[in-house]
């Protein structure tokens, strides 16, 4: 007769198990299945299928039961989802609710989530910047946080890769502090972007204005076409799901990319509790996984896992994941895990008008942002305050509708607004210290449905962003005076850390076991055969959207993985 539980054990047997379906995880799954290795992703969420459950893609403004707005009543039950700008009739059955998921905030912070197949990949605003050395040699220069292991050299070729596959629009700047990628054609500027541009590079030595690079594709090439994808249609509706496969999402790319090997077998609504280390071996054996829908639990077993559950949820899941060998939380033997969580400060805006350029307006949608990289304290500090910030802004002509009249008289009017001023809008992009004290934990007291500890959330700004967001409005007050624009307004919506959606940190990468948890490979120095490429890994934030850098280092990471399991 058989042994049932070693069958049990043999059938939950990968060779590799990732965590989590979003943008890190979906292309760990694609380079190990690839690679031929029999790969498990684990997701807590429900499957979300590329075309097949993207419910308002093709829907018009009035299909729509509140014409894209949500109801009161969704928005009173979640305060926190409903602050994210996706949150919409469109788009917010991909923004995961707040009673899905409590946690503490010891302070506020708005933790927006995306629980489903792909994750967050579905929601993203898509702008994708590679980080230069300047911004890797940060941290040891001013002399906070700790080094990072590695530098743009050891980046560069995945950047490459990773864009390669995923598509990339920009044009090539030929900037040192944002080095250019394998770029498709970029999106332009419009008239009114390109007059701040020629003001702002004519008045500053070392500010630059060029069109957003961002993960659309604009021009036709083997490989996307062989991942079922074509070109970005601009429709703007990215949020919804792209039926064309227009924007890089997990779901339209690497996940079916993976699938089609016969190498992956994806499982849903399976909520990793921890990951399981075997004392006797010296390593991690597998994780355990709670059903989220009959709360069976379960164990899965492999060699290697990628832990891809999204910055803070890896924190979860691994100070979740005590053992003899490590009370406080796998790999932790310096009590770091959890701690120097940084983010990105979006808190500041600046709007101005330009009265010029009268006869020319914008017609159709553009899915990017233009984009003005990083300045301040690039190459040697020279603010009174660290580190610095980008800026993503937009213009377009004011539009002025007459409501007046009935019949014919009506349309006439609706269908021919007047244009006004151009409006320019900027947002800030900073970038947010890692500090010990910005640090996540778990509440023992409080559980969640699956009876795994609540984690509790203790993040905030400090005194170096409230001076970055001064002299953020400073400098565009000026820029924008310079290129002659007036009413210039500046904002600070001192809206709470997370809802910038780029929370980094905890499991940070670095050269010494004393001061950091994870090498230069992303591997857990005090178990090997855990490796950690979501932005839990990230040393520093500097000011790029993150999620380029997620996606190479996943990629790198994973190529280290399989050359070190056949050794
Ligand atoms: C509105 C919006 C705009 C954004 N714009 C940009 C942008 O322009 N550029 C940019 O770079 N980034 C942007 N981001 C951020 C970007 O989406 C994230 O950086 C990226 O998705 C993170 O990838 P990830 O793999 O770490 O996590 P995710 O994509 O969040 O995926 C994590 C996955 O793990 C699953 N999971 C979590 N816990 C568990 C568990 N215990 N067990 C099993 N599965 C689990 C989740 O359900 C999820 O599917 C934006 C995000 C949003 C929401
Ligand atoms: S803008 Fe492009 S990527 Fe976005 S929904 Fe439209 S076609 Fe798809």
Not at 344 to 355: G, I, K, L, W
Not at 368 to 390: C, H, I, M, W
Not at 494 to 503: N, S
Request: with cysteine; proline share 4%.
């Amino acid at each position: 007769m058989a042994n049932l539980n070693l069958d049990n054990e043999k059938d939950n047997t990968y060779d590799v198990i990732v965590i989590g379906s979003g943008m890190s995880g979906g292309w760990a799954a694609k380079e190990f299945a690839e690679k031929g290795l029999r790969t498990l992703v684990i997701e807590r969420g429900r499957e979300v299928k590329h075309n097949v459950n993207y419910p308002t893609t093709n829907l018009n403004p009035w299909e729509f039961k509140h014409r894209g707005v949500i109801s009161q009543k969704l928005r009173d039950e979640n305060p926190i989802a409903s602050r994210c700008y996706v949150f919409n009739e469109d788009a917010e059955h991909f923004v995961s609710k707040d009673k899905e998921h409590p946690y503490v905030q010891e302070k506020p912070f708005d933790w927006i989530k995306g629980y489903q197949t792909g994750g967050k990949s579905l929601l993203w605003a898509r702008q994708t910047q590679r980080w230069s050395q300047y911004d890797f040699d940060g941290p040891g220069r001013d002399g906070f946080a700790v080094e990072w292991p590695i530098g743009y050299r050891d980046l560069a070729p995945w950047y490459s890769y990773v864009e390669k596959f995923v598509g990339i629009a920009g044009n090539y700047d030929g900037l040192d502090i944002l080095p250019d990628g394998e770029f498709l054609p970029g999106m332009g500027l419009n008239c009114i972007e390109e007059h701040f541009k020629s003001s702002v590079e004519k008045n500053y030595s070392g500010r630059h204005v060029i069109s957003g690079r961002c993960a659309h594709i604009t021009e036709y090439r083997d490989i996307f076409a062989k991942q079922g994808r074509a070109t970005c249609q601009y429709r703007n509706l990215c949020q919804r799901g792209c039926p064309f496969g227009g924007y890089f999402s997990s779901n339209s790319s690497t996940l079916p990319w993976a699938m089609n090997t016969g190498n992956l077998t994806m499982i849903h609504h399976s909520v990793v509790h921890s990951i399981i280390y075997d004392d006797k071996k010296q390593k991690a054996k597998g994780v355990r996984v709670i059903d989220s829908l009959n709360k069976e639990d379960k164990e899965y077993y492999a060699s290697i896992i990628f832990v891809n559950a999204g910055a803070l949820n890896t924190n979860l899941i691994l100070l979740n994941s005590t053992s003899g060998r490590f009370p406080q939380g796998l790999g932790n033997d310096n009590g770091l895990l959890g701690k120097f969580i940084a983010f990105h400060n979006y808190r500041a805006t600046v709007s101005a008008e330009y009265d010029g350029y009268t006869d020319k307006h914008t017609t159709g949608r553009e899915p990017t942002t233009s984009y003005l990289p990083r300045f301040r304290n690039v190459k040697k500090q020279e603010t009174d305050f660290l580190r610095g910030y980008a800026a993503g802004f937009g213009a377009r002509r004011q539009i002025i509708t007459d409501y007046n009249g009935y019949g014919e008289e009506l349309k006439e009017n609706l269908l021919n607004p007047k244009y006004g001023v151009w409006q320019m809008r900027s947002h800030m992009m900073g970038e947010t210290i890692p500090k010990e004290s910005n640090q996540v934990k778990l509440d023992l007291s409080k559980t969640d449905d699956w009876g795994i500890p609540l984690l509790s959330i203790d993040v905030d700004y400090d005194e170096n962003d409230e001076k970055m967001v001064r002299d953020y409005h400073e400098q565009f007050t000026e820029m924008f005076e310079k290129a002659g624009f007036s009413n210039i307004k500046t904002h600070d919506s001192k809206q709470a850390p997370g809802l910038d959606i780029h929370e980094m940190g905890g499991v940070r990468m670095g050269k010494d076991p004393k001061t950091s948890l994870l090498n230069k490979w992303n591997q857990m120095h005090a178990c090997k055969n855990v490796y950690v490429t979501d932005g839990a890994c990230m040393t520093s934030t500097s000011t790029q959207n993150p999620s380029l850098t997620y996606m190479a280092l996943t990629a790198r990471a994973c190529d280290h993985a399989i050359k070190e399991s056949k050794v």
